[in-house]
């Protein structure tokens, strides 16, 4: 089982003027907690709820008034969609990131979260392949 | 090993679970030839393969009233059959809608992420009944089941929303999208039920 397919197909994306208050609204919408600035591309940034919540409400900052990509992290931490699930959660432990980005070349194709690993290696147990 | 304690491993019993494996495999190769056949023109093979497990369903449901296992054990065993059956259907329901069907763009890749979701459970139903004849316990397979059963109604539920926003020409091309995507979303369901199902039978051999 490759990365592929544990990963979430999705990447959400806003635009690289968007403020902090449409990032929040995005995510709360789509349930989802990081979103990628600009195109689905490995050198864009990324915005996570961690972001929103440490770098601008616990600081009194108003989000209306900050750009997500003035908060954003960049480059995103990103692996390749045939790499394994080890390797995939070794770099989400050097980087201490609870979810990595998934690139086919340049362009990011998905989002694998902790959850997504955990869930997968169980899959592979009952499998009778243990590759976690 | 508590499927051969409690039944004497005779020629009907065996011949039970000989086509109850047949059946999901079955049911394996009808889910992976319409994962391949999104995108080809494969969906009559799926038509075939769902009338090849009507026929193993009759079997098993005949040699089970005819005296194989015993008493207790066979409802659920033709329970199981019939939810098999029923996954069957769905698989076939799906692939009918699609012979004629053009599907947009949009849409086309959650299709083939669910149609893989589909053949993993199927394949994992199958380790589960081989599991299950060899004494080993199910609560691994039963937990992967449902996990995959989750991947398949997140995806559910972005495709509907994006099936909304899809421009159609017809009714009936209307009809033909959302029947279509209906069955194919629904098929995990099913099968997650028949892997409780096995988990029942599993529980009631103890």
Not at chain 1, 14 to 28: L, N, P
Not at chain 1, 60 to 84: H, L, Q, R, Y
């Amino acid at each position: 089982m490759n990365i592929e397919e544990s990963m979430t197909a999705n990447v959400e994306c806003i635009d690289t003027d968007s403020s902090v208050y449409d990032a929040i609204e995005r995510m709360v919408d789509k349930r989802i907690r990081s979103l990628i600035i600009g195109p689905p591309d490995i050198n864009s940034g990324v915005i996570t709820a961690r972001d929103v919540v440490f770098k601008v409400l616990a600081r009194g900052i108003s989000p209306k008034d900050t750009k997500a990509s003035e908060i954003a992290s960049k480059p995103v931490v990103c692996i390749d969609k045939n790499a394994g699930l080890i390797e995939a959660a070794t770099k989400m432990e050097e980087s201490n990131v609870a979810r990595i980005f998934v690139s086919d070349g340049k362009k990011l194709v998905g989002v694998l979260s902790m959850i997504d690993v955990m869930e997968s290696s169980l899959i592979l147990r009952a499998r009778g392949t243990h590759a976690v | 090993m508590l499927f051969k304690k409690i039944i004497s491993p005779g020629k009907k019993e065996q011949k039970v679970l000989d086509n109850l494996l047949k059946h999901i495999k079955l049911l394996c190769s009808a889910c992976e030839t319409f994962q391949k056949a999104v995108n080809s023109k494969l969906m009559r093979v799926v038509i075939d393969l769902e009338r090849d497990g009507d026929i193993v369903k009759r079997q098993i449901i005949s040699d089970v009233y005819d005296g194989a296992f015993l008493p207790y054990l066979r409802p659920d065993l033709c329970r199981f059959t019939i939810i098999i059956d029923e996954v069957f259907d769905l698989v076939e329901d799906a692939a009918f809608s699609y012979i004629d069907l053009k599907i947009d763009e949009s849409l086309i890749d959650d299709c083939i992420r669910v149609a893989r979701l589909n053949c993993r459970m199927s394949e994992m139903l199958l380790i589960s009944l081989e599991a299950m004849i060899k004494g080993g316990d199910l609560r691994e397979k039963a937990l992967a089941i449902r996990i995959y059963e989750k991947k398949v109604d997140d995806i559910k539920f972005d495709l509907l929303k994006k099936l909304r926003t899809v421009k159609v020409n017809s009714f009936w091309e209307g009809k033909d999208l959302s029947d279509f995507i209906s069955s194919l979303t629904s098929i995990s369901d099913i099968i997650e039920d028949a892997g409780d199902h096995l988990q029942v039978i599993n529980v009631s051999l103890r």
